[in-house]
């Protein structure tokens, strides 16, 4: 019993799922990500957070690729929001997102992607940052 406890423990953690912090760094930038893994995290998402440091961002995971759309409802800060596929690359960027309490529409990149990087609206341009890109992904 003891020995598939830790099991799982080491293969929780080999696979960024107890670990709730990561880091995603393009090639001249990282960013210190705090990890949306559940359904429940995937909901909440940066909801109600009055402050972002340039440096930091929410890394959406997800089990597989798929088209996910997002929105910025009860979010209180301007955001880029970067899709990334399985094999590391950026595969579309919405800029400069604006928050909304009511009427929100959703933003669909129309591709397929595993990861979504929300950092501060700005961040994406003042980087370079462009489709194609490639990110590479660390959970701590």
Same mark, same amino acid.
């Given at each position: 019993? =003891? #020995?598939? =406890?830790?099991?799982?423990?080491?293969?929780? @953690? @080999? %696979? !960024?799922?107890?670990? /709730? *912090?990561?880091?995603?760094?393009?090639?001249? $930038?990282?960013?210190?990500?705090?990890?949306?893994?559940?359904?429940?995290?995937?909901?909440?998402?940066?909801?109600?957070?009055?402050?972002?440091?340039?440096?930091?961002? $929410?890394?959406?995971?997800?089990?597989?690729?798929?088209?996910?759309?997002?929105?910025?409802?009860?979010?209180?800060?301007?955001?880029? =929001?970067?899709?990334?596929?399985?094999?590391? /690359?950026?595969? %579309?960027?919405?800029?400069? @997102? *604006?928050?909304?309490?009511?009427?929100?529409?959703? #933003?669909?990149? !129309?591709? *397929?992607?595993?990861?979504?990087?929300?950092?501060?609206?700005?961040?994406?341009?003042? #980087? !370079?940052?462009?489709?194609?890109?490639?990110? /590479? =992904?660390? %959970?701590?």
């Amino acid at each position: 019993m =003891i #020995i598939a =406890i830790l099991a799982l423990i080491l293969f929780y @953690n @080999n %696979f !960024g799922v107890v670990s /709730k *912090q990561g880091r995603a760094c393009f090639n001249n $930038m990282c960013f210190n990500v705090s990890l949306a893994v559940t359904i429940a995290e995937h909901a909440r998402g940066l909801m109600f957070v009055e402050r972002l440091d340039d440096d930091r961002g $929410m890394l959406f995971v997800f089990e597989k690729d798929g088209i996910y759309p997002f929105w910025m409802k009860d979010t209180l800060i301007h955001l880029d =929001i970067i899709w990334i596929d399985s094999n590391g /690359k950026v595969v %579309f960027i919405s800029r400069n @997102n *604006q928050p909304c309490t009511s009427t929100c529409l959703n #933003i669909d990149p !129309g591709k *397929q992607a595993r990861y979504v990087l929300e950092i501060n609206a700005g961040i994406s341009n003042s #980087i !370079g940052l462009a489709v194609g890109d490639e990110i /590479k =992904i660390d %959970f701590l």
